[in-house]
């Protein structure tokens, strides 16, 4: 190794090549367009426990027990493949190459540096010394999609030296790494010489498209839900704004473009954000007839199950259950559907027999706590029913029944209707104002 490379550096970011700085040491430690039908395939691993487990050490012995298990890559190299890669093709010289990575000390547990930690993959071109030479002598020896195991000498890592005192001297290295993509030789100095007319037709954004959605897939697998979000819209706004030549080309962007709105809708209604996974359908319904595609009929369907719009949801749901009769997912949703939905209803049946109820009770008395309560709730009424722009009015959790049946009561009075609603899968109650003719107002 360079002796410059060797000099006092505060982090390890000056060690790992020239853009070392998205180094980082810790310091507390189905094919494309068939994305996501049922999220629920992919487990409910949760992310913390999920990252703690990847940041540490898979191996516990010596480096050199572990290298008799492996195959020498070259003289400072070894390697062990955990998961076969795609195709023949390794990568080749002057690629840009996208890799997760997390690297190791020996006889440490957890990694000195991580893109996993910290939610982002390292991307880097080969032959530019944008990382240290054992690590891309290491990705060179891979396929696309696989993984492997590397341990990798000081020699071609950080010299005999180190840099104390995060790194020691004569610092071995193992490297867990996964070969997220990588394009041919030369791509990326060619897309720098495009115009940005060119950059914008739809051959060099298709590409963009693919990288993004493999690195939000990736994100969904590890059960990091808002990145995966993040990188689909990217993929989306991408698509949207490109130019097409004919109509080949605008089929293929529209059928993306669905199955980009379908894994949002997806990662939505996994965030339990029914509203936003309702919006990703709209778009869907813009692009095509979406009673054509059970993916995003089921996604909808779940959607307003959640919102309590169940009358719509059980629609959505048997139009996808007619496209596949046999998927079992969406008779299971369907289910699911029917015991909210029978629940909701009594719920409701509870409410009329309190307002039945009531006048019976009118006779009993009142605590002193139930009077001021009583004298509260009609001031906050009164309030409500003389602000004309006000529709609704949310009531707090934790209320008494008796509280319930006072406020039924009050509403009684002011013409005002007691509603139950479900919101991220939460029960709570609202007063709405009624029109002339018994409806709610809109």
Known sequence: MDGSVLKEALNISDLLGEHGAQFQISTKYNDHGEEFFMEDDYGSADEDEDAHRKIMSPWDRSFDE???????????????????????????????????????????????????????????????????????????????????????????????????????????????????????????????????????????????????????????????????????????????????????EQKEQTETLISLYTSLAVCYNKKENPRRACSMINEIRRLGNIDRMSR????????????????????????????????????????????????????????????????????ERQTDEQIKFTETMTKTLEAFVEDEKSKQLTLPEGLTSKEMDTIQDLADGFALKLNLHKENSKDFYRLEKKTVGGENEK
């Not at 195959?71 to 890669?85: A, D, L, P, W």
Request: aromatic share 10%; net charge neutral; hydrophobic share 35%.
């Open 296 to 363: 995003p009929l089921f996604h909808e369907g779940r959607a307003l199950m959640n919102l309590g719009d169940y009358q719509r949801a059980k629609t959505s749901l048997l139009k996808a259950q007619r496209l596949e009769p046999t998927n079992k997912d969406i008779v299971k949703e369907l289910k699911i559907l029917n015991e909210r939905w029978e629940k909701h209803r009594q719920e409701e049946r509870t409410i009329c027999a309190r307002a039945f109820g009531l006048k019976e009770r009118k006779d």
């Open 66 to 248: 572990l290298r008799a298990q492996m195959f020498m890559v070259s003289e400072f190299v070894y390697k062990r493949i955990t998961k076969q890669g795609v195709g023949e093709e390794l990568v080749p010289d002057r690629a840009r190459v996208t890799i997760d990575y997390n690297g190791y000390f020996e006889s440490e547990t957890y990694a000195f540096d991580s893109t996993s930690m910290r939610g982002e993959f390292k991307t880097f071109t080969i032959g530019k010394d944008e990382v240290v030479g054992g690590l891309e002598e290491a990705v060179k020896s891979m396929k696309p999609s696989e993984e492997a195991q590397f341990v990798i000498g000081y020699q071609v890592l950080f010299g005999e030296l180190g840099c104390k005192p995060r790194i020691k001297p004569k610092a071995d290295a193992l490297f867990i790494v996964k070969l997220v993509s990588f394009t041919d030789p030369g791509d990326a100095e060619a897309l720098d010489k495009l115009t940005q007319e060119e950059k914008m037709t739809y051959a060099v954004v298709k590409q963009k498209v693919t990288d993004t959605r493999t690195h939000a897939k990736d994100f969904f697998k590890r059960n990091m839900v808002a990145n995966a979000i993040n990188d689909y819209h990217k993929a989306v706004n991408f698509l949207e704004r490109c130019n097409v030549k004919d109509e080949e």
